[in-house]
């Protein structure tokens, strides 16, 4: 099966923007999606398709993807905006499809 | 508003089955897949699977394959996962999430449930 790789942690000072990455070949065929997970909290879609922003997420988060590499941008970070981030995509390789998740990147707002 | 809401906490032994149950509301049950999402302490995301709740196809992830089942009750719009011989790197929280398919393949998880916590232990 395919995997999805993504920085262990990024930090980012408040009120600048940020570029969290998340690379694997599924994404040559899939756009991704990006899920927001606080502590103790179930994860949040935040970003869908090829850039797509469920009701209630502020415009501050954006999508965009480029070859075998998705990016979640979160522009004018907030304190609230501290939390751990993940990719997924569909995954087609091999003769088992279903779906992937990356590692998670831990997002600190200095 | 759309809202998926789970079953309480298991502790189960070693060997045991649990099964979880998700209760959906505010649209189409039908309409939708609902995949499993767990949760190891400290650990990330990991895909158990998805169930289509339109007609009950169903893809589990190749690693838990034999050893999960997952199963609708539309009467109910209710999502169940059960998970056998457990062990424990089973203990997690289990989460279902409503699944949604684009045209062009890439899906998407939303809303989540809220988790259930599985605590394997002898």
């Known amino acids: 099966s395919s995997e999805l790789t993504q920085d262990p942690a990024v930090s980012v000072a408040l009120g600048q923007t940020v570029r969290i990455t998340c690379q694997g070949d599924?994404?040559?065929?899939?756009?991704a999606s990006w899920y927001q997970q606080k502590p103790g909290q179930a994860p949040v879609l935040v970003i869908y398709?090829?850039?797509n922003r469920p009701s209630g997420i502020p415009d501050r988060f954006s999508g965009s993807s480029s070859g075998n590499t998705a990016s979640l941008t979160i522009t004018g970070a907030q304190a609230e905006d501290e939390a751990d981030y993940y990719c997924n995509s569909r995954d087609s390789s091999g003769n088992h499809p279903g779906v992937v998740f990356g590692g998670g990147t831990k997002l600190t707002v200095l | 508003q759309v809202q998926l809401v789970q079953s309480g906490a298991e502790v189960k032994k070693p060997g045991a089955s649990v099964k979880v149950s998700c209760k959906a509301s505010g649209y189409t049950f039908t309409s939708y897949g609902i995949s499993w999402v767990r949760q190891a302490p400290g650990q990330g995301l990991e895909w158990m699977g998805w169930?289509?709740?339109?007609?009950?196809?169903?893809n589990y992830a190749q690693k838990l394959q034999g050893r999960v089942t997952m199963t609708t009750d539309t009467s109910t719009s209710t999502a169940y996962m059960e998970l056998r011989s457990l062990r424990s790197d089973d203990t997690a929280v289990y989460y279902c999430a409503r699944a949604a398919i684009a045209a062009a393949g890439e899906n998407w998880f939303d809303p989540w449930g809220q988790g259930t916590l599985v605590t394997v232990s002898s």
């Open positions: 398709g090829k850039n």
């Open positions: 169930i289509s709740a339109y007609n009950g196809n169903t």
């Open positions: 599924s994404l040559r065929s899939y756009y």
